[in-house]
Every structure is written in C-alpha cells, then in structure tokens.
C-alpha cells in the first residue's frame, strides 16, 4: 500500500541565466499547472539569488521554494555559503543535500552529515541524494549507497522522520538520459528502506519518502512511479521546460487517485 503523497521536486541547478528568466519558468509552471487540486506536493530549487523575488510569486505556498544546498554554521566568517536561517528567511522549506554535483566538487560525508544535522534540527525537509557513480556486476554500489546514507543518518533524529527524503540519483544517469530501470530503482528503493528500518525500526522507516532522480521524463514517469514505487521525482533538465514538468506532475497526480 502507498503511504505518501507523491513528492515532485524540480533542481534547477544553475539554471536560468537570470532572475527575469527565472520569474518566467516559475510562472509558467504555475499557469500550466492550472486551478485543479492536485494530490501531489511540488517544490522547485532555483538558485540562491532567485528565492526572495519567486518567494512572492507564491503567495498560495502551492509550489514550495526547496534551496539546492546549505551551509551548516548559521552565522559568521563563511565565505560564498549561504546558511539555513537565510534560507528560512527567504521562503525556503526544504534543503537538497549532498547532490552528487556538490559531492563530485569535494564535499565529503562528513560535511553532509553536518548540514543534515543542522537542517534536522529545524522544520525544514531535508532532501538527502545519495547515489552511486557506476554500476557494477557484483553489486559493490549497494555499499556505496549505503555508505552515504549511513553517514548522513546520523543526522537525523528519530522524532524527524516525517520532513526526511531520501533521493536515489544514481550519477551515471543524471543528465544522461540513461534512465535506471523501473526495477532497479524498486530494488534500491527495498534496500534503502532496509537501512531506514535498521537505524529507525519499522515505524520509523515508513514515515522517509524515497524518492528517485536522474533522467526522469514523462514519457518514463509512470512506470518509474508503478513498477519502481518510489513516492516521487528529484527532476533536473525536465524540471526547466514548464510543460514536461507539469506533465510529470499530472502523471504523479493519476498515480496517486488510482493506486491504493
Ligand atoms: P536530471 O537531473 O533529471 O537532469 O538527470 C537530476 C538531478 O540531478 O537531480
């Protein structure tokens, strides 16, 4: 049985070139996502410099502002971060952490698991990537994932289970269009829970959304959702183009009425 309300988070990335541009995709997505009430939670992640001026383009809170990153110190000599308390400032309710693009630009598992310590000790839902870079026959990248996830758990205390996403991005499909296979993605999705359920028991496990990235597209959407049973989407190029994305969405959203 499905337990969560489809979670549909658009990564911009550093995408628009400018904030004017950014107001026009933001308002696209809104226009094309019309007035039908959709069972479906939607969160976008533009760049820092965009958050305050899309903040006010919604004022119904029906898309949430998510940040692409976020710096564990909440104050002081850092410079080029950008703090959670910033981001609360500006709109932002949930963070993405430790994406693979920031991982694969040196930051570690430690540092991850500082900025889920932090962010886990607000309101605020953390978006928490892990992914292994290739695949191999052995099945070695069951380690790596749980690698990465074991460490940023760490972070998150018991009584936080509802705000806490997990997004398998495996990097070789990221940006690739090499889809992983709606079965794979369900096996990795069973053994992440299996790791949610040894850290937090069974109850526990089952409040983590799970969620899958890399290369999604409407024309893949669905049967990543049936077969793959992941409870929603981390979207990258796809998330740019208003119309796929809300495509995604309305897929998420029949997903979501038909399926008990
Ligand atoms: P993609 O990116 O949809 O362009 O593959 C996904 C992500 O990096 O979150």
Same mark, same amino acid.
């Given at each position: 049985?499905?337990?969560?309300?489809?979670?549909?988070?658009?990564?911009?990335?550093?995408?628009?070139?400018?904030?004017?541009?950014?107001?026009? !995709?933001?308002? /696209?997505? #809104?226009?094309?996502?019309?007035? =039908?009430?959709?069972?479906?939670? @939607? $969160?976008?992640? +533009?760049?820092?410099?965009?958050?305050?001026?899309?903040?006010?383009?919604?004022?119904?809170?029906?898309?949430?502002?998510?940040?692409?990153?976020?710096?564990?110190?909440?104050?002081?000599?850092?410079?080029?971060?950008?703090?959670?308390?910033?981001?609360?400032?500006?709109?932002?309710?949930?963070?993405?952490?430790?994406?693979?693009?920031?991982?694969?630009?040196?930051?570690?598992?430690?540092?991850?698991?500082?900025?889920?310590?932090?962010?886990?000790?607000?309101?605020?839902?953390?978006?928490?990537?892990?992914?292994?870079?290739?695949?191999?026959?052995?099945?070695?990248?069951?380690?790596?994932?749980?690698?990465? !996830?074991?460490? /940023?758990? #760490?972070?998150?205390?018991?009584? =936080?289970?509802?705000?806490?996403? @997990? $997004?398998?991005? +495996?990097?070789?499909?990221?940006?690739?269009?090499?889809?992983?296979?709606?079965?794979?993605?369900?096996?990795?999705?069973?053994?992440?829970?299996?790791?949610?359920?040894?850290?937090?028991?069974?109850?526990?496990?089952?409040?983590?959304?799970?969620?899958?990235?890399?290369?999604?597209?409407?024309?893949?959407?669905?049967?990543?959702?049936?077969?793959?049973?992941?409870?929603?989407?981390?979207?990258?190029?796809?998330?740019?183009?208003?119309?796929?994305?809300?495509?995604?969405?309305?897929?998420?959203?029949?997903?979501?009425?038909?399926?008990?």
């Amino acid at each position: 049985m499905k337990q969560h309300v489809p979670l549909i988070v658009g990564n911009w990335k550093m995408n628009p070139a400018t904030v004017g541009a950014a107001k026009k !995709l933001f308002l /696209a997505i #809104r226009k094309a996502l019309g007035r =039908k009430r959709l069972n479906v939670h @939607i $969160a976008v992640a +533009p760049p820092f410099p965009f958050l305050s001026e899309l903040e006010r383009l919604s004022p119904s809170q029906r898309i949430s502002l998510a940040a692409q990153d976020v710096f564990f110190e909440a104050i002081g000599a850092h410079t080029g971060e950008v703090s959670l308390p910033m981001l609360k400032s500006v709109g932002v309710t949930a963070v993405i952490v430790g994406h693979s693009e920031r991982r694969a630009r040196g930051e570690s598992d430690h540092e991850i698991y500082e900025d889920v310590s932090t962010l886990f000790k607000s309101n605020v839902t953390g978006i928490i990537c892990v992914g292994e870079n290739e695949r191999d026959d052995s099945g070695n990248f069951y380690s790596v994932v749980e690698a990465q !996830l074991r460490s /940023a758990l #760490r972070g998150v205390p018991k009584t =936080k289970l509802k705000q806490l996403v @997990i $997004a398998y991005e +495996p990097v070789w499909a990221i940006g690739t269009g090499a889809v992983a296979t709606p079965e794979d993605v369900h096996e990795m999705k069973l053994f992440i829970q299996k790791i949610l359920t040894d850290h937090f028991g069974r109850a526990g496990a089952e409040k983590v959304r799970v969620i899958y990235g890399g290369s999604v597209k409407k024309k893949n959407a669905a049967a990543l959702l049936e077969e793959g049973q992941v409870d929603g989407f981390l979207i990258g190029g796809a998330s740019l183009k208003a119309k796929e994305f809300v495509s995604i969405i309305n897929i998420a959203h029949e997903y979501e009425k038909t399926s008990v």
